[in-house]
């Protein structure tokens, strides 16, 4: 008898889990429906005019990133081009400086060629 009150316990006990489960489901139905009514069909259209707003600016934001990535790219090939340019010219004239002369020319050039284009980039961000 008491395994029998156990069974029937067991079985109320998750049918009673089952009917607040559905309760809740429920619950969750009406709110939806309650809300969706309080927002109307002027609501939604804000909503999603809202949410469209800002997808326009995020990838007006994203292509404004791309150009700049862009143009810095660019601008930086320029001053590897130029460099290059200027150290073909010199071996073309056949001049070959001392090893300091070099090391002295290289370091600064280097410096000023780094520091150019901190301020190029630094520019092109700002704009």
């Not at 949410?51 to 601008?75: D, M, N, T, V, W």
Request: hydrophobic share 40%; proline share 1%.
């Amino acid at each position: 008898e008491k395994e029998i009150w156990n069974r029937e316990k067991l079985s109320l006990q998750k049918s009673l889990k089952q009917a607040d489960a559905e309760l809740s489901k429920l619950r969750a139905e009406l709110r939806s429906e309650a809300f969706l009514r309080e927002l109307g069909s002027d609501s939604e259209n804000a909503v999603l005019r809202r949410i469209y707003g800002k997808y326009l600016r995020s990838e007006s934001f994203r292509k404004a990133l791309i150009y700049q990535k862009k143009y810095l790219l660019l601008l930086l090939g320029g001053f590897q081009e130029c460099e290059e340019a200027t150290l073909a010219l010199i071996a073309r004239m056949g001049g070959q400086p001392s090893y300091t002369d070099l090391e002295i020319i290289t370091h600064r050039s280097k410096g000023f060629t780094r520091f150019r284009s901190a301020v190029r980039v630094s520019i092109a961000i700002s704009r």
